[in-house]
């Protein structure tokens, strides 16, 4: 693949896989926007080598951790070029660490669009082949990039254990969803006995027609031929719809009000009762006598007028 006029920046690239990755482009005709965070005196060696190719180079220094440096790289990068064609971010050696120029183009796309670890791969090893799944990535603690990958290989009879994610869809046509229900997963991915040419990307399950209650079982998926779940004794739920149907908060409701004027009969009784307590009535219960003693007053004092001619006399 020739990549003439075209630029690339790498980064990292003051030595090891970011300078074997620059000078492999420049070989192949891409102008090179050498990056380096520390390793200065790396970075211009890089940057020399990529020249001694016939290729232009230009170093730049940043931090990448940090979102200001990025954005000044790239636009120093378009400063200098006028584009960027490729982008290497330094992705470490992934397969039994072996150089990035040793990795096959269609390792990479599998790298970066994702479902890695659920993939076949067919690994020569000291020019025996095997058929191998990644099992574990280890990532750069800082960088975040990838530094090795642990690999299993297949049995005889090509038949591996495997997790493949749920997809849910049609959540639109739920009617139970529409009613406020909400959609509890219980399993985001179901693991399966599957051969390994055969792995399913993904199982889909379809919301449409679903109320509130109504729990999805694994009995409910289309399994492709050859593929079965794990656990097989018992019909394990996927995922329910969750909430109140409306009956039930009816029934809730009517049920609550009954109970509020029990409570509010004896309340009003313990108010009546008052009155016939006495003096010596609880406190909670000495408004009422108050109340009362002021009503009794009112009259008096409307009687004292008829009272006052006698005081004359």
């Known amino acids: 693949?020739?990549?003439?006029?075209?630029?690339?920046?790498?980064?990292?690239?003051?030595g090891g896989i970011g300078q074997a990755a620059a000078l492999e482009l420049a070989r192949r005709g891409a102008d090179i926007a050498v990056h380096y965070h520390r390793n200065e005196s790396g970075a211009s060696e890089t940057a020399?080598?990529?020249e001694s190719l016939g290729a232009k180079a230009a170093v730049f220094r940043g931090d990448l951790s940090r979102l200001d440096h990025g954005r000044a790289l790239v636009a120093s990068v378009l400063e200098r070029f006028g584009h960027i064609d490729i982008l290497v971010n330094n992705a470490g050696d992934l397969v039994e660490r072996k150089p990035l120029l040793e990795m096959t183009e269609a390792l990479w796309k599998q790298v970066?669009?994702?479902?890695?670890?659920?993939?076949?791969?067919?690994?020569?090893?000291?020019?025996?082949?095997?058929?191998?799944?990644?099992?574990?990535?280890?990532l750069d603690p800082v960088r975040d990039i990838p530094l090795h990958v642990d690999f299993q290989r297949v049995g005889k009879d090509g038949i591996i254990r495997v997790a493949i994610?749920?997809?849910?869809?049609?959540?639109?046509?739920?009617?139970?969803?529409?009613?406020?229900?909400?959609?509890?997963?219980?399993?985001?991915?179901?693991?399966?006995?599957?051969p390994y040419d055969k792995i399913p990307q993904f199982f889909e399950v379809s919301l449409e027609g679903l109320e509130i209650g109504r729990s999805i079982h694994v009995s409910a998926l289309k399994l492709p031929e050859g593929v079965s779940p794990v656990i097989k004794n018992r019909d394990f739920t996927i995922a329910t719809i969750a909430g109140a149907l409306k009956g039930e908060e009816e029934t809730t409701t009517a049920a609550a009000t009954p109970e509020t004027g029990a409570a509010a009969a004896p309340a009003a009784d313990a108010k009546g009762a008052t009155p016939a307590a006495g003096a010596k009535a609880p406190a909670a219960g000495g408004k009422a006598p108050a109340a009362a003693g002021k009503a009794a007053a009112a009259p008096a004092k409307a009687a004292a007028p008829a009272a006052k001619p006698a005081g004359k006399k």
């Open 1 to 14: 693949m020739e990549l003439k006029d075209a630029v690339a920046l790498v980064t990292g690239a003051g």
């Open 48 to 50: 020399r080598l990529v």
């Open 112 to 138: 970066l669009k994702g479902q890695f670890t659920s993939t076949a791969f067919e690994l020569d090893v000291e020019g025996k082949k095997h058929i191998v799944l990644a099992r574990d990535v280890q």
């Open 165 to 194: 994610p749920v997809h849910f869809v049609h959540e639109a046509l739920s009617p139970g969803l529409k009613r406020g229900g909400v959609l509890n997963i219980v399993r985001h991915d179901i693991e399966v006995f599957c």
